[in-house]
């Protein structure tokens, strides 16, 4: 068995308006979305799954605002999702250096194709 360091592990950092959630995004926990990842990037990890959960499914954009604020810690590899709904949106995303994007229901419903993101990308 191999042993799995901090750069294989993705951190999901769920959260509504800057607070990270828990337990299918049903808890609150008081604790603020940019103190946590600087926790965890204390410890050493550095990937990032960011997902605002008030905007996942709801092709309304992404939360480009805390996006922004995770993508300029030191280190920090944030992958952005929720509320993905055209190329615009990943254009934005892209522009706030956002180590990556996850697509879903854009794909699902055909208002965004996998070779258009990737041209961006």
Aim: hydrophobic share 45%; charged share 20%.
């Amino acid at each position: 068995m191999s042993n799995l360091g901090p750069e294989k592990i993705v951190i999901s950092v769920d959260h509504i308006d800057g607070e990270i959630v828990i337990h299918g995004w049903q808890k609150e926990t008081g604790i603020k979305l940019i103190d946590a990842m600087q926790e965890f990037l204390a410890m050493g990890f550095s990937e990032f799954l960011l997902t605002n959960v008030s905007r996942d499914g709801t092709l309304q954009g992404p939360d480009l605002e805390f996006l922004e604020q995770a993508c300029q810690l030191d280190n920090a590899h944030v992958i952005a999702s929720g509320g993905i709904s055209n190329i615009k949106d990943i254009q934005d995303v892209k522009q706030k250096n956002a180590f990556g994007v996850i697509l879903g229901k854009a794909l699902y419903e055909n208002k965004i194709s996998i070779v258009e993101a990737k041209q961006i990308a």
